[in-house]
T-cell receptor, first 111, second 112 residues
Framework: DAMVIQNPRYQVTQFGKPVTLSCSQT?????MYWYQQKSSQAPKLLFH???????NEADTPDNFQSRRPNTSFCFLDIRSPGLGDAAMYLC??????????FGPGTRLTVL | QKEVEQDPGPLSVPEGAIVSLNCTYSNSAFQYFMWYRQYSRKGPELLMY????GNKEDGRFTAQVDKSSKYISLFIRDSQPSDSATYLCAMTRSQGAQKLVFGQGTRLTINP
């Protein structure tokens, strides 16, 4: 029944070692979003895909990239993780019009 | 000034109490208002989705929007220990692919 699936749920990486987080959806939604949420803070939008069109937030660091090879999958690549990138990363989806539905998140630890 | 202000709490109430959670906002362009519930170490779960001013009820939950005051509320009746979570308000200008602007979240504990 899972609609937005994120893997892995927990990821540990070393400072500067590239990491990729995965999101998939069974809702066939047009739009997929990536948010970063630090402890006791609100989710912060990094970017989103409307179909194949990539939309980056102005304040998202270049260190963060994304790929959407098809409707179902979207990846978040962190090229050189720093200690400040330790956070929960949330994937969300929506139809062209309507509510956003979130996955369970991937908690990233940077050593 | 943040676009959306939400008291972070923590808020602790006894089981069965009526809970009132609130957000204020500054951008009059916001039209769509949401409440999400987030359990510890989990993703946000959509509770309520409303458009413009008015009330919406779903079981024990009621969402209110007052656009003239730029104020939204979530009421929880007959609160249960399972309602203990962080509640996030969020809003956006249109229904399309839009950036949700979130409040900081209110941490709620219902004591048995």
């Amino acid at each position: 029944d899972a609609m937005v699936i994120q893997n892995p749920r927990y990821q540990v990486t070393q400072f500067g070692k590239p990491v990729t987080l995965s999101c998939s959806q069974t809702l066939n939604h047009n739009v997929m979003y990536w948010y970063q949420q630090k402890s006791s803070q609100a989710p912060k939008l990094l970017f989103h895909y409307y179909d194949k069109d990539f939309n980056n937030e102005a304040d998202t660091p270049d260190n963060f990239q994304s790929r959407r090879p098809n409707t179902s999958f979207c990846f978040l690549d962190i090229r050189s993780p720093g200690l400040g990138d330790a956070a929960m990363y949330l994937c969300a989806t929506s139809a062209a019009v309507g509510e956003q539905f979130f996955g369970p998140g991937t908690r990233l630890t940077v050593l | 000034q943040k676009e959306v202000e939400q008291d972070p709490g923590p808020l602790s109430v006894p089981e069965g109490a009526i809970v009132s959670l609130n957000c204020t906002y500054s951008n009059s362009a916001f039209q769509y208002f949401m409440w999400y519930r987030q359990y510890s170490r989990k993703g946000p779960e959509l509770l309520m989705y409303t458009y413009s001013s008015g009330n919406k009820e779903d079981g024990r939950f009621t969402a209110q929007v007052d656009k003239s005051s730029k104020y939204i509320s979530l009421f929880i009746r007959d609160s249960q220990p399972s309602d203990s979570a962080t509640y996030l308000c969020a809003m956006t200008r249109s229904q399309g692919a839009q950036k949700l602007v979130f409040g900081q979240g209110t941490r709620l504990t219902i004591n048995p």
